[in-house]
C-alpha cells in the first residue's frame, strides 16, 4: 500500500506562484506513474500535470507553460510548480500514483492523497 500526503497548498495573489508538494510512503517502489489533478467546487476532478515512469510529462492544454512536474532523486517526492497563478486556478490539489500509467486520466490511479487547498485571489 501507498500512502500520499501533499503539502505547500496556500493562498496567493493573482500573478504569483506555488510549489506543491506529496510526499509517498509504504510500497513505493511499486509505483511507475504520478499525475496532479484539481477539483474546483461544483466541478469535475480534472488533470493538471503527469510524469510517467519513462520521464514523459503530460501537461494540461489550460496549464502548458505555467506548471511544472517532477519527482526527487529518491522518487518519493512529487512536485508541481505552478506560475502566474489565476483565479481559475483555485482548487483543491490532488496528488495520485499507481504502477501503471494513465497520464491525465484520473481513473487510472488506485492511489491519492487528501488533498491541498490552493486559493487565488
Known amino acids: 500500500h501507498v500512502q500520499l500526503v501533499e503539502s505547500g497548498g496556500n493562498s496567493v495573489q493573482a500573478g504569483g506562484s506555488l510549489r506543491l508538494s506529496c510526499a509517498a510512503s509504504g510500497s513505493t517502489a511499486s509505483i511507475s506513474c504520478w499525475a496532479w489533478f484539481r477539483q474546483a467546487p461544483g466541478m469535475q476532478r480534472e488533470g493538471v500535470a503527469a510524469l510517467d515512469s519513462d520521464g514523459t510529462t503530460s501537461v494540461a492544454d489550460s496549464l502548458r507553460g505555467r506548471v511544472t512536474i517532477s519527482l526527487s532523486n529518491t522518487k518519493d517526492v512529487l512536485n508541481l510548480r505552478m506560475f502566474f497563478l489565476e483565479p481559475g486556478d483555485t482548487a483543491i490539489y490532488y496528488c495520485?500514483?499507481?504502477?501503471?500509467?494513465?497520464?491525465?486520466?484520473?481513473?487510472?490511479?488506485?492511489?491519492w492523497g487528501q488533498g491541498t487547498q490552493v486559493t487565488v485571489s
Open positions: 495520485a500514483a499507481d504502477w501503471r500509467c494513465g497520464s491525465l486520466n484520473a481513473n487510472e490511479y488506485n492511489y
